[in-house]
């Protein structure tokens, strides 16, 4: 605990972290740059070792190169940070925890999974496990009462209450813009936009090469912009083709098809993107894997620096301002499943258009469906949509629930069972 950065804020992933250092010989902690992976593996450290390209960390980083032995000390957990950086790293942590089976000696981060593999010979099976890492959730930065929860929901409590603090339409608009990087958490509010945009601006001048594979910068930007206009949609391949490209023929559309795989690719490994699986109560059905995802970026924030949006330009757009509230909630309810060992999934059945926003579901297989609007005039059309469901499915959803930007209680409706709640009094 002694290494904690002062102003460490408690995230959802500690418990976790905890429960794995104590079944694992390691654990890599994986995810996008400035989450705060490094203060979180601080947390549960008593040493760390720094491989970053800096200039402070050279000395470590020549010694690893010539023996990782070197730089691996026994003041257990040890984190290691940036680890791709030494990809020998990998085999060296796991051949130490086979030397004697002691539990929870490293905590490995990287934030990309681009990585020179020809120098990892062991996938790690058994000895590290990895762990996946977001951005803050609303509940994480404070800006999450936490009145109702996702298991609150699941068990069917009954409630109705009016919120403690009513969202409101300006600050949810600061909400998505600034994100949830922890280094923007107290920035000013005319500030906000600065710091996810600094991100985009990386990763377009360095982070899409550090393979050593050259791309355009220009057309990174397009497909970027082409993703962030497509936020919270299911969106092909085709159609971000046609966003970026002129294609006259077949051997054209070949290779810009390659191209995007590939820019795509990078994106994933920059985690950088998120995908929402399609889902489907019938665990065998081809509809569970083969249906397309809903694109996302990791965090709002980025979509919205992506187009030069900020708080007040949001305002204006309302169609937007829907689109990224969706992808603000999706976040959190990935965070808040995950930390409970669940999934996230959507809804669609194309042949009667049938739409469910977001699926959460438990280990256990039990599930909720939840639709997502930003105004209470939309309430109604959204208890239609989740009765649909709730009558197509072969199982009936544990708990179905509208999540609401504009609305100041936490209630379950009487007639229908669906609970009505903002996204700032949610939790796992």
């Not at 990386?202 to 993703?227: P, Q, T, Y």
Request: hydrophobic share 35%.
């Amino acid at each position: 605990m002694a290494l904690t950065k002062e102003g460490y804020k408690e995230r959802l992933i500690d418990k976790k972290i905890d429960r794995y250092l104590k079944i694992f010989g390691a654990l890599s902690i994986e995810g996008p740059k400035w989450c705060g992976k490094t203060w979180t593996s601080l947390n549960h450290c008593n040493s760390a070792i720094y491989l970053d390209e800096t200039e402070e960390n050279y000395n470590t980083r020549a010694k690893a190169e010539i023996d990782v032995g070197l730089i691996l000390g026994e003041d257990y957990p040890e984190l290691i940070d940036e680890w791709g950086r030494i990809p020998a790293v990998w085999d060296a942590v796991r051949h130490r925890c086979d030397m004697d089976k002691i539990k929870g000696k490293y905590i490995l981060t990287e934030s990309t999974t681009i990585r020179d593999k020809s120098k990892i010979h062991h996938s790690g099976a058994g000895r590290i496990d990895r762990l996946k890492m977001y951005s803050m959730s609303l509940y994480e930065s404070g800006d999450s009462t936490g009145e109702i929860s996702l298991t609150d929901m699941f068990e069917g409590k009954k409630v109705c209450k009016t919120v403690k603090i009513k969202p409101t339409y300006e600050g949810l608009a600061k909400l998505i813009v600034r994100g949830g990087w922890p280094e923007n958490i107290s920035t000013d509010d005319n500030d906000l936009h600065i710091l996810p945009q600094s991100y985009i601006n990386a990763v377009l001048e360095s982070d899409i090469s550090k393979d050593g594979v050259l791309r355009d910068k220009n057309k990174m930007r397009m497909l970027l912009k082409s993703l962030a206009r497509n936020e919270s949609a299911v969106v092909s391949n085709n159609t971000l083709i046609r966003d970026i490209e002129e294609v006259a023929t077949d051997e054209e559309y070949t290779v810009s098809r390659n191209t995007i795989t590939d820019y795509l690719n990078i994106l994933e490994n920059l985690y950088l993107l998120e995908n929402q699986e399609a889902y489907t109560t019938n665990l065998r059905s081809k509809e569970r894997v083969g249906k397309s995802s809903k694109r996302h970026f990791t965090d709002p924030s980025l979509a919205c620096a992506v187009l030069s949006i900020t708080p007040k330009i949001l305002e204006n757009d309302i169609r937007t301002f829907g689109l990224m509230f969706e992808a603000l909630v999706e976040r959190d309810l990935r965070i808040y499943i995950e930390s409970l060992d669940g999934k996230l999934y959507h809804y669609r059945n194309n042949n009667n258009g049938v739409e469910v926003d977001a699926i959460v579901e438990l280990p256990t297989g039990e599930f909720g469906a939840i639709e997502i609007k930003l105004g209470t005039n939309e309430i109604e059309s959204a208890k239609e949509s989740l009765t649909k469901f709730s009558n197509e499915v072969k199982v009936e959803p544990k708990f179905k629930c509208i999540i609401c930007g504009l609305w100041d209680a936490v209630v379950k409706d009487e007639e229908t069972g669906i609970y009505i709640i903002p996204i700032t009094a949610l939790k796992p």
